[in-house]
């Protein structure tokens, strides 16, 4: 009776609660920026040539087939979970222009619609200036832009030249513009039946970013007990995106296609980024395993609620610590407030780890685990009530979210948003870590 009381608990959480949090960290480059202003010979690098992707591609296809070849030998030998790529799916050299985006996309399982725009992403104190904007939707396959709609993209073409640093912190919002949508059996998509991941471990396979789950969350930490009732929790691929991505920025150095290499860095900058979000290194922060099995059980008898509202308490936590981050980082920005503790924290890492493959698993992801019920509790006491603690309120969408700092220090006054601060930034001081030792790794 327990053992199905508590997995029918976690596939309940994990089903609800993964489908509305799927993204770690709202708009990468603000914090990407930070970090990366800190190493010189990237900031005072001299520009370098845009490319097509297809371009790169042609111009290297031969060589790729061998790459391609002992990346999924490396990934299978050194990925505890990792699905095989299906033989159909392999990259060969055949000389075709007009399919090798899609055999490229193919080999390294991402969603076929993915736009490959030549672009950059302006911070808020960026002007425009005479250059042409980009829409949102020639960037990203997701239907509601609307997260997109307050940063500004200004395009690129082929042979011009362009900051290295800029490329980089653009390239780590990239991921979350459609990239791992749709690749499970039973999202009922193409590449959902030919990709071998089978069906979606965790989240709704049915709303279009709940598919998106598996590949931006890592569940290494969890206790026993969680991993025995709900083994499905192991099956996350961020290692084989951060992995993958880390590889083809590599290769495209040595190549000498620099402008590729530090746009697939970027990519696997955004994965461990994400693993450093603790909501997306624990399923649910917060909520012990007994309690997962008591609600459960109260469920089962007929009462419901306090299992419905373990789902909406944690989904709405979650929701909170992503809007605070982005406006605070943003008002920032436009302020011009580079001295904000927040912005210090991402210029100011924590003690250097050397990068080895086990990185994002035993370092990022154990560190954010092992923050997770702070940042938490840190919540529950900082921001609004009922935003972080009512169960019968819906704060993702909500018009009180947009509110939240405003809200934060009328009903908990300047020391919570100050306590708040601090709390992310220890976050972001172990974030800015992870992706200076991944530049390091790659580079130097």
Not at 178 to 206: A, I, K, M, S, W
Not at 233 to 249: G, H, S, V
Not at 373 to 396: G, I, W, Y
Request: glycine residues 6%.
């Amino acid at each position: 009776m327990k053992k199905i009381s508590i997995r029918y608990i976690i596939i309940v959480l994990a089903t609800f609660l993964f489908s509305s949090t799927v993204k770690a960290w709202s708009e990468h480059p603000l914090m990407a920026y930070q970090v990366l202003s800190t190493i010189p010979e990237l900031a005072n690098q001299d520009p370098i040539a845009v490319k097509n992707l297809q371009t790169f591609l042609l111009e290297q296809e031969k060589e790729l087939e061998k790459f391609f070849a002992q990346q999924e030998l490396w990934l299978t030998n050194n990925l505890t979970y990792y699905p095989a790529l299906p033989e159909h799916l392999r990259f060969k050299a055949t000389g075709n222009p007009d399919d090798i985006l899609e055999r490229f996309f193919k080999a390294i399982r991402l969603n076929p619609d993915v736009k490959m725009k030549l672009y950059l992403h302006l911070l808020p104190f960026e002007e425009i200036g005479e250059r042409k904007t980009v829409s949102p939707e020639l960037l990203t396959t997701v239907k509601d832009v609307s997260a997109l709609s307050n940063t500004n993209y200004v395009e690129l073409f082929e042979g011009d030249m362009v900051s290295p640093f800029a490329v980089l912190y653009s390239a780590n919002d990239e991921p979350d513009y459609g990239f791992d949508l749709g690749l499970f059996v039973d999202n009922n998509t193409p590449q959902g039946n030919e990709y071998g991941f089978g069906e979606q471990p965790f989240g709704d396979p049915n709303l279009e970013y709940g598919s998106q789950a598996p590949f931006h969350m890592g569940f290494y930490h969890e206790a026993k007990i969680v991993f025995f009732f709900g083994p499905f929790l192991k099956k996350t691929l961020p290692e084989m995106r951060i992995n993958q991505f880390k590889a083809l920025a590599e290769f495209a150095f040595a190549s000498g296609n620099p402008y590729w290499g530090y746009r697939f860095m970027g990519w696997g900058m955004h994965y461990l980024g994400d693993l450093s979000m603790p909501y997306h290194s624990v399923a649910l922060p917060g909520v012990s395993a007994l309690k997962m099995i008591w609600t459960n059980i109260k469920a089962m008898l007929g009462f419901p609620k306090s299992k419905d509202n373990a789902v909406q308490i944690v989904s709405n936590r979650h929701s909170v610590l992503e809007e605070y981050q982005w406006q605070v980082l943003r008002a920032a920005y436009q302020g011009e407030n580079m001295n904000h503790p927040l912005l210090a924290a991402l210029r100011n890492p924590i003690d250097m780890i050397e990068y080895n493959k086990d990185f994002p698993r035993i370092i990022v992801a154990k560190e954010s685990a092992g923050k997770a019920k702070r940042v938490d509790k840190t919540l529950k006491t900082c921001m609004p009530e009922q935003l972080v603690s009512d169960p019968a309120f819906e704060t993702p969408g909500s018009a009180e979210l947009e509110q939240v700092i405003t809200l934060a220090k009328s009903e908990k006054g300047d020391e919570a948003i100050e306590k708040m601060d601090a709390t992310l930034a220890e976050l972001f001081r172990s974030y800015s870590m992870h992706l200076k030792s991944f530049y390091n790794a790659i580079l130097n």
